[in-house]
């Protein structure tokens, strides 16, 4: 779309369809209660396969217990713990050499904050994983997609949910915005980011999701966050997001509402958040739907360098990122935690949010 063309229009609060007419995919991942958590059967497999006590290997609770359950719904306070308070460590081997001191104070006064080395917290947060897997997200963040953002600001000190739009087949665009919270917060914050069911399900990926603050999203584990005090990433659009072909480029394709409840209910802002740059990372210029159905998969997507170099061709292109902040919307104190149950009025907040969403992205482009 281009900067001068006018933003798409807004539908009157369209109806969801029931749980049994939307895709496998792309559904609204609050809408299930009565399914377990794939993430949380799959940590008790481990578990199993490696004969240790749950407890044992998260020392904070328990991302398994029942299927679908948190094993406590009792959370120790988490304390945040700001840069003034850490010593600069030493820079460790490989990558982490090339980290400069303030990303190093940064990761530093994360981990503080998310308790001893070894232990998980009970959504499967490793604090050993994060600190790992942070040189090689910082790279990408610094010097491949060269983020700038604006707009920290608007970033409440409490539990908040992060609305943004979602592009590019793979959900770079979700880890470059939970970085970016975390090197433009003191003390430093790390949102936790609601990934669809169906990635949850997946071996070994679930796993590392876990393992760096993902949450696979259902209700409990949704509440749960905000009641911690988290600051909570969420893409309404879902998988409708990723598949956007390159005709509908920066236009927001429907809002699931499962967010607007939630955030009701822990009476906790919702701030838009446009992310500029995703949908160019990987432009589709085909979806093979039927294919895409046959092999169980969200896309099928056919690119400029996707199916024709194989794998490497789903790599994402080295655009710039820019990432915008918007004013929080405090549905919270004109309505209260009884509103989630009126689904007219959260169909509208939800369309009132896309509006800021689309503002945001069609100002920053």
Do not use: C
């Not at 490696?50 to 094993?71: K, M, W, Y």
């Amino acid at each position: 779309m281009a900067p001068h063309d006018p933003p798409p229009p807004e539908p009157d609060a369209p109806e969801l369809a029931s749980p049994e007419e939307q895709p496998a995919l792309g559904r609204d991942p609050f809408a299930e209660n009565g399914e377990g958590d794939p993430l949380a059967e799959w940590l008790e497999a481990l578990d199993r396969v490696a004969a240790r006590p749950p407890a044992a290997r998260r020392g904070n609770g328990s991302a398994a217990g029942e299927p679908g359950a948190l094993a406590s719904t009792e959370a120790p306070a988490r304390r945040g713990v700001s840069l003034a308070e850490v010593d600069l460590p030493k820079a460790g081997r490989g990558v982490e050499r090339l980290l400069g001191e303030e990303p190093r104070r940064r990761l530093a006064a994360l981990l503080a904050g998310l308790g001893e080395e070894g232990t998980y917290d009970r959504f499967g947060l490793s604090r050993d994983t994060l600190r790992q897997a942070f040189p090689a997200f910082y790279a990408l963040y610094r010097f491949y997609f060269r983020v700038t953002s604006r707009g920290h600001e608007q970033l409440p000190a409490g539990p908040a949910v992060l609305a943004a739009n979602h592009g590019g087949l793979l959900p770079f665009d979700g880890a470059m915005a939970v970085l970016d919270v975390m090197l433009h917060t003191d003390p430093p914050r790390l949102p936790r980011a609601i990934v669809d069911r169906w990635a949850g399900a997946l071996p070994f990926v679930n796993v590392f999701f876990a393992r760096v603050g993902q949450v696979v999203g259902t209700r409990e584990n949704f509440g749960a966050l905000l009641d911690d005090g988290e600051l909570v990433l969420v893409f309404p659009e879902g998988m409708e997001g990723i598949r956007k072909t390159v005709s509908q480029r920066y236009r927001l394709q429907r809002f699931h509402v499962g967010f607007v409840e939630q955030a009701l209910r822990a009476r906790a802002p919702i701030v838009p958040t446009a992310i500029i740059g995703s949908d160019d990372q990987a432009p589709i210029l085909y979806d093979v739907k039927p294919l895409a159905r046959r092999l169980g998969l969200p896309v099928a997507p056919i690119t400029p360098t996707f199916p024709w170099l194989g794998p490497v061709g789903l790599l994402p292109y080295p655009v710039r990122y820019r990432i915008v902040y918007g004013e929080p919307l405090a549905f919270h104190e004109r309505f209260g935690p009884d509103a989630a149950e009126d689904a007219p009025l959260v169909r509208a907040l939800a369309s009132q949010v896309r509006r800021s969403v689309q503002l945001l992205m069609d100002r920053n482009r």
